[in-house]
Each structure stands twice: as structure tokens, then as C-alpha cells.
């Protein structure tokens, strides 16, 4: 302990008494909770039990680790002391700049956890800050918690942040460059103005709509149900590319007094124009350059144009039938959120139900279908409903006629129908089914703006009927009136 003491504390050079109050090792970190943390434990040599922070969880790994080691090999642990005391040298390094500083790191750190873009950032934006430091790191460490709570995070947070800049300088390259490199050009330019945190904390307003559901304060759309309802289905999107236009499109007009209506439409044109071109050819690059295009166009107007290419619908018609495994939950939620019984969202934890169970089936004898054919069309969309996970559990493999009573219970309104207007289910339900869920989704695409690659003024945000009105059309309907 005398032979250490020195190098952490500072030491009466005539006493040789050591000072714990004033230590010699210092963090200057950014973080002010982790240089808390790491004095209190040079100080102390004690840590909360329950700290959670990289600081305390190395130093009680280490405790622990050299307490069994003591127990168990003593004399090979007084050799291990004099060891570390006469070998081992602590080597400052310094350097010269903050860039030197993070390519030293980066090297002597080659096979340890590498920084993230998000890191370099905040170094960047912290030195960039100047007498604002305090508030800068007291702001981000509050960003970073909300944006954790949210499912984001900081570096997802500066990749959509690169989109709407990139929108602002009118880049509709479909090469995505590289996060770090597009930010450090023109030494990190793009990080020095005072809008940063404001940016992503506006981005992440979305977020806690889309993914916590919270109502953000002074912005009713927060609270609209249809909006709350296009956001849960643009959700399961099967890439990113939804996000980029999404928060562009709010971070632009979210402060206009009819951006509730217009930010409805906009949603659904988009879910529109998405999933119908996914649908026929799933692959992002089917729509990069349109959604690049996209984000451009909505900083000029609240009406953008949607540059994209006509889809054929008896094309979209044939392969909703038959989706994409990847759309398959995009396109139940829009089915269920048609129903006019469907208040709110669906719930958090819910599943893809197969109304006729494809265990099944073997049991049963299809003369007319092939067995690859009848494998098929259980795959089919007419097949499928979103069923509450406990509930799906409790139903298994079994037929319709026991699972419908467990339908009827179900806080899905699709669901719940499903099983009260049904006594059976065979192939010919699948394909009457098919051609209703199929014909229902494209009459929502065309009515949300489907194959209307203009401005969006003409597009309908239509009010959802009441359940009265929708038992009347459905009336209508049977009787051929309609």
C-alpha cells in the first residue's frame, strides 16, 4: 500500500502521509456522473452495489476477481503483487488535438469496443460548445435517456438527422454514404450550428408517438387516433426508408396549423405508395431514389409530389393474395384498423393467426388441390388474422369451431367478427376471404393516393363511419345495392 499510494494519492513528501481526499487519477469525460463515480471509488475504494455504470461493474468484477484469487492462492498472490509493483509501467501519452487524441485511442483500441459515430460526435459538439459545455452534456444525457425509452438510439437518431440535412442541400444520390464520414466533411461542419439537439430532440418526438405512444405537449396530433393508427402500420415497414420522409415531413411543417390532416394524408399516401411497389418487387432499391426524391420535395411544399411509378393493381391485386412474408403484418393492421368497431391500436403483443391451422390440414382430404397447393393457400392473406398472443396460445392448432369461441373474445374488432359470423372454415372461406381483403386494401391504397404521383390536395382524408353507418354499407352491400 505504500508503494501505491503515491501514484493514486497525493503524498506529504516529509510525512509520506497520503491525501484520499485529493487524488491524483482523473477523468475528463464528458459524462459528470462517471467522473463521480470514479472519485468516489479512488477515494473510498467502495462503490454502490447497485450502480450500474461501466465504472462500478469493472471495479466490483476486479474486487471479486482478486479476493478468490487471494483466498484460494495466497503466496501466488503476494508474488502477483511484487509482480505489477516491479514490472509494470504506466505510460502517459499526450497529445496535441482532440483528433490525435481519437486516433490514438482508436489504434491502442483496435480489439477493444470501438467508438460509435454517436461517440465522435459528442466529442466534436462538446468542444464545439465552448462556455456552453454544462448545458450541452446535461442535454444530451437527457436526449440519450429519452431516446433509449423510445427504442432509438443516438446513433439512429444522427442517421435520420443525415437524411433531412442531406434533403436540405438537395442530395438525392441513392448511395448512402457512411455516417462518420458524411458528418466529418468540411471539419464536421454540419455539427457546429446550434440546431443539433433540437433537430434529433424533434425527430425523437415521433418516436414517442410511434413507439411509447406519449402525447407530446402543444401538438394535438400527438393524440390522434388515425395518426397514432398510420404510424402503427408504417411501423412494420420492412426497411427504414419509411423514416426518412416521415421525420423530414414533421421537422418541416409540424408547427402549421393543419398539420394534423395534412401529416394524416401524407402518411397514408406514403404507406400507399411503399407497400404496393414492396409488394411487387421487394427490395429497397424499388423505392431509394423515389423516397430521396420524396424528402427533397417536402421541404417546398406540404403537398409534396410522390415521384413514383404507376403499379399495375390487378398485379398489386395477385400478390396481396399472396404477400411478401415481410408485408404480412402491415397488411393486417390495415386491414384491422379499417373496421369501424377498432378503436385505438392493436395490442402491444399480438400475433399471426392461420384461420385454418396448416397442422391441419393433412387430416382433411382435398381431391382438386395438390398438396403444395393446399400448403399454399394457407399462406394465402384471406387466412391470416392478428390474434392476441395469450389468446393464440390457448388456441394451438385446433379447428375453427373450437378456436372461434376464443375469437369472440378477442379486443381485436377484425378478430372478434371473424369469429362471430362464422360456424366453419374450409379452402372456399380462404378464397372468398382473399378477394374481400384484397378488394378492402386497395380501395384504401386508392382512396390514401395510389398511382396519384402529384400533389396530394386531392387526396381524401376520410372520416372513419360509425358503427351504425358501417352495418348499414355492409347491409347495403349483401343486398347488391352498393
Given at each position: 500500500?505504500n508503494?501505491?499510494?503515491?501514484?493514486?494519492?497525493?503524498t506529504?513528501?516529509?510525512?509520506?502521509?497520503t491525501?484520499?481526499?485529493?487524488?491524483?487519477?482523473?477523468?475528463?469525460?464528458?459524462?459528470?456522473?462517471?467522473?463521480?463515480?470514479?472519485?468516489?471509488?479512488?477515494e473510498?475504494?467502495?462503490?454502490?452495489?447497485?450502480a450500474?455504470?461501466?465504472?462500478?461493474?469493472?471495479?466490483?468484477l476486479?474486487?471479486?476477481?482478486?479476493?478468490?484469487?487471494?483466498?484460494?492462492?495466497?503466496l501466488n498472490?503476494?508474488?502477483l503483487?511484487?509482480?505489477?509493483?516491479?514490472?509494470?509501467?504506466?505510460?502517459?501519452?499526450?497529445?496535441?488535438?482532440?483528433?490525435?487524441?481519437?486516433?490514438?485511442?482508436?489504434?491502442l483500441?483496435d480489439?477493444g469496443?470501438?467508438?460509435?459515430?454517436?461517440?465522435?460526435f459528442?466529442?466534436?459538439?462538446y468542444?464545439?460548445?465552448?462556455?456552453?459545455?454544462?448545458?450541452?452534456?446535461?442535454?444530451?444525457?437527457?436526449?440519450?435517456?429519452?431516446?433509449?425509452?423510445?427504442?432509438?438510439?443516438?446513433?439512429?437518431?444522427?442517421?435520420?438527422?443525415?437524411?433531412?440535412?442531406?434533403?436540405?442541400?438537395?442530395?438525392?444520390?441513392?448511395t448512402?454514404?457512411?455516417?462518420?464520414?458524411?458528418?466529418?466533411?468540411?471539419?464536421?461542419?454540419?455539427?457546429?450550428?446550434?440546431?443539433?439537439?433540437?433537430?434529433?430532440?424533434?425527430?425523437?418526438n415521433?418516436?414517442?408517438?410511434?413507439?411509447?405512444?406519449?402525447?407530446?405537449?402543444g401538438?394535438?396530433?400527438s393524440?390522434?387516433?388515425?395518426?397514432?393508427?398510420?404510424?402503427d402500420?408504417?411501423?412494420?415497414?420492412?426497411?427504414?426508408?419509411?423514416?426518412?420522409?416521415t421525420?423530414?415531413?414533421?421537422?418541416?411543417h409540424?408547427d402549421?396549423?393543419?398539420?394534423?390532416?395534412?401529416?394524416?394524408?401524407?402518411?397514408?399516401?406514403?404507406?400507399?405508395?411503399?407497400?404496393?411497389?414492396?409488394?411487387?418487387?421487394p427490395s429497397?432499391?424499388?423505392?431509394?431514389?423515389?423516397?430521396?426524391?420524396?424528402?427533397?420535395?417536402?421541404?417546398?411544399?406540404?403537398e409534396?409530389?410522390f415521384?413514383?411509378?404507376?403499379v399495375?393493381?390487378?398485379?398489386?391485386?395477385?400478390k396481396?393474395?399472396?404477400?411478401?412474408?415481410?408485408?404480412?403484418?402491415?397488411l393486417?393492421?390495415?386491414?384491422?384498423?379499417?373496421?369501424p368497431?377498432?378503436r385505438?391500436?392493436?395490442?402491444?403483443h399480438?400475433?399471426i393467426?392461420h384461420?385454418?391451422?396448416?397442422?391441419?390440414?393433412?387430416?382433411?382430404?382435398f381431391?382438386?388441390?395438390s398438396?403444395?397447393?393446399v400448403?399454399?393457400?394457407?399462406?394465402?392473406?384471406?387466412?391470416?388474422?392478428?390474434?392476441?398472443?395469450?389468446?393464440?396460445?390457448?388456441?394451438?392448432?385446433?379447428?375453427?369451431?373450437?378456436?372461434?369461441?376464443?375469437?369472440?373474445q378477442?379486443?381485436?374488432?377484425?378478430?372478434?367478427?371473424?369469429?362471430a359470423?362464422?360456424?366453419?372454415?374450409?379452402?372456399?372461406?380462404?378464397?372468398?376471404?382473399?378477394?374481400?381483403?384484397?378488394d378492402?386494401?386497395?380501395?384504401e391504397?386508392?382512396?390514401?393516393?395510389?398511382?396519384?404521383?402529384?400533389?396530394?390536395?386531392n387526396?381524401?382524408?376520410r372520416?372513419?363511419?360509425?358503427?351504425?353507418?358501417?352495418?348499414?354499407?355492409?347491409?347495403?352491400?349483401?343486398?347488391?345495392?352498393?
Amino acid at each position: 500500500m505504500n508503494r501505491i499510494a503515491p501514484t493514486l494519492w497525493r503524498t506529504d513528501q516529509i510525512t509520506g502521509e497520503t491525501d484520499r481526499s485529493s487524488t491524483l487519477i482523473e477523468s475528463r469525460a464528458i459524462d459528470d456522473d462517471a467522473n463521480a463515480t470514479l472519485k468516489m471509488i479512488l477515494e473510498t475504494g467502495e462503490t454502490d452495489p447497485n450502480a450500474k455504470d461501466p465504472y462500478s461493474l469493472n471495479y466490483r468484477l476486479l474486487e471479486k476477481r482478486i479476493n478468490d484469487y487471494a483466498a484460494e492462492e495466497s503466496l501466488n498472490f503476494h508474488l502477483l503483487i511484487a509482480r505489477l509493483l516491479d514490472n509494470v509501467i504506466v505510460l502517459p501519452i499526450k497529445a496535441d488535438s482532440q483528433d490525435t487524441a481519437l486516433m490514438i485511442f482508436n489504434t491502442l483500441n483496435d480489439r477493444g469496443l470501438s467508438l460509435s459515430d454517436a461517440d465522435i460526435f459528442k466529442a466534436k459538439m462538446y468542444k464545439y460548445a465552448g462556455d456552453g459545455r454544462e448545458e450541452f452534456v446535461q442535454a444530451w444525457q437527457d436526449l440519450s435517456a429519452h431516446a433509449e425509452h423510445a427504442g432509438q438510439s443516438m446513433q439512429a437518431l444522427f442517421y435520420q438527422y443525415m437524411f433531412v440535412l442531406r434533403a436540405e442541400e438537395n442530395d438525392r444520390k441513392t448511395t448512402t454514404p457512411g455516417l462518420r464520414k458524411w458528418f466529418s466533411e468540411k471539419e464536421f461542419q454540419r455539427l457546429r450550428s446550434g440546431r443539433v439537439l433540437e433537430d434529433l430532440g424533434r425527430i425523437l418526438n415521433v418516436w414517442k408517438v410511434a413507439v411509447n405512444h406519449e402525447s407530446i405537449e402543444g401538438e394535438p396530433w400527438s393524440d390522434d387516433e388515425a395518426i397514432r393508427q398510420a404510424l402503427d402500420i408504417l411501423m412494420d415497414y420492412p426497411n427504414e426508408f419509411w423514416k426518412y420522409p416521415t421525420v423530414i415531413y414533421y421537422l418541416k411543417h409540424h408547427d402549421e396549423g393543419d398539420f394534423a390532416v395534412r401529416f394524416l394524408a401524407f402518411l397514408r399516401h406514403l404507406t400507399a405508395a411503399l407497400v404496393s411497389r414492396f409488394a411487387i418487387s421487394p427490395s429497397v432499391n424499388s423505392v431509394k431514389q423515389q423516397v430521396l426524391n420524396l424528402d427533397a420535395e417536402i421541404l417546398k411544399s406540404k403537398e409534396p409530389r410522390f415521384d413514383f411509378k404507376d403499379v399495375d393493381t390487378e398485379e398489386l391485386a395477385s400478390k396481396l393474395r399472396e404477400p411478401h412474408y415481410r408485408l404480412v403484418r402491415m397488411l393486417l393492421k390495415v386491414i384491422a384498423y379499417h373496421d369501424p368497431e377498432q378503436r385505438g391500436l392493436l395490442p402491444e403483443h399480438w400475433e399471426i393467426e392461420h384461420i385454418f391451422p396448416p397442422q391441419k390440414w393433412d387430416d382433411m382430404k382435398f381431391p382438386s388441390l395438390s398438396n403444395d397447393e393446399v400448403k399454399a393457400k394457407l399462406e394465402h392473406l384471406g387466412n391470416k388474422v392478428p390474434f392476441e398472443k395469450n389468446l393464440n396460445i390457448r388456441a394451438s392448432n385446433s379447428y375453427f369451431s373450437r378456436k372461434s369461441k376464443l375469437y369472440k373474445q378477442s379486443g381485436i374488432a377484425v378478430t372478434r367478427r371473424l369469429g362471430a359470423e362464422h360456424s366453419d372454415w374450409n379452402l372456399e372461406d380462404i378464397d372468398t376471404r382473399d378477394v374481400r381483403v384484397t378488394d378492402l386494401i386497395l380501395s384504401e391504397f386508392e382512396a390514401w393516393g395510389l398511382n396519384r404521383n402529384g400533389d396530394q390536395s386531392n387526396i381524401l382524408v376520410r372520416p372513419r363511419p360509425t358503427a351504425e353507418q358501417a352495418e348499414q354499407i355492409r347491409q347495403l352491400k349483401e343486398l347488391g345495392l352498393i
